[in-house]
């Protein structure tokens, strides 16, 4: 089985910061895109951020300029560093990955459990 384990959510107020992480165990070959998810109370879920296996990067319009994304391939881990965090960050973040468990194997797509980060103004 694979797995996705976030960690690093909290409470924390308007103008900090919180670091994310990701970390994927189990039968794993390979680990193709990652990313990170939010989903706040009565919203969508949307995307945060991606970063494609030689690290390129993508981010929402809303999150430009103040998160990062970063992975450890070595690792297996994402990690999205969270700087001048607003009240309306709030939300359950989640890590995503595209994920092939052996060679020649089908890509499938995971998801963590989620991690709550609450920012009070």
């Known amino acids: 089985q694979v797995q996705l384990v976030e960690s690093g959510g909290g409470l924390v107020q308007a103008g900090g910061s919180l670091r994310l992480s990701c970390a994927a165990s189990?039968?794993?070959?390979?680990?193709?895109?990652m990313a990170w998810y939010r989903q706040a109370p009565g919203k969508q879920r949307e995307l945060v951020a991606t970063i494609s296996s030689s690290d390129a990067t993508k981010y929402a319009d809303s999150v430009k300029g103040r998160f990062t994304i970063s992975r450890d391939n070595a690792k297996k881990t994402v990690a999205l560093q969270m700087n001048t965090l607003k009240p309306e960050d709030t939300a359950v973040y989640y890590c995503?990955?595209?994920?092939?468990?052996?060679?020649?194997?089908?890509?499938?797509?995971?998801w963590g459990q989620g991690t709550q980060v609450t920012v009070s103004s």
């Open positions: 995503n990955a595209d994920i092939t468990r052996r060679r020649a194997g089908t890509k499938f797509n995971y």
């Open positions: 189990g039968n794993i070959f390979s680990i193709d895109d």
